[in-house]
């Protein structure tokens, strides 16, 4: 029942700036850690940036300076600010729902949103 739809994805030039959104629904939304995962066409999956329960964000090497995740717990929304956008930033972006760490959590994934970077 837990579902996480993405958002906010599209077509950008180098340099320019998106917004992704992350809705969940059907969990406490704020209770667990969240988080933003990328994958290229041919190219293993990867974190982007992670904000747990608390507000703690970690962010990846390549996006570190660039992109800021954030969460709106009243909302069940996590977001995921991206400016100074490159090329290898081109991916399906994913919203990821981390498990609590409890033997019946598991984790949960949106269906993804595409972020092309091209002039």
């Known amino acids: 029942q837990v579902q996480l739809v993405e958002s906010g994805g599209g077509l950008v030039q180098p340099g320019g700036s998106l917004r992704l959104s992350c809705a969940a629904s059907g969990s406490i939304f704020s209770i667990y850690t969240m988080g933003w995962y990328r994958q290229a066409p041919g190219k293993q999956r990867e974190l982007v940036a992670a904000?747990?329960?608390?507000?703690?964000?970690n962010y990846a090497d390549s996006v570190k300076g660039r992109f800021t995740i954030s969460r709106d717990n009243a909302k069940s929304t996590m977001y995921l600010q991206m400016n100074s956008l490159k090329a290898e930033d081109t991916a399906v972006y994913y919203c990821?729902?981390?498990?609590?760490?409890?033997?019946?959590?598991?984790?949960?994934w949106g269906l993804g949103t595409q972020v092309t970077v091209s002039s």
């Open positions: 904000i747990t329960s608390g507000g703690t964000t």
């Open positions: 990821k729902r981390y498990g609590s760490g409890s033997y019946y959590s598991r984790e949960y």
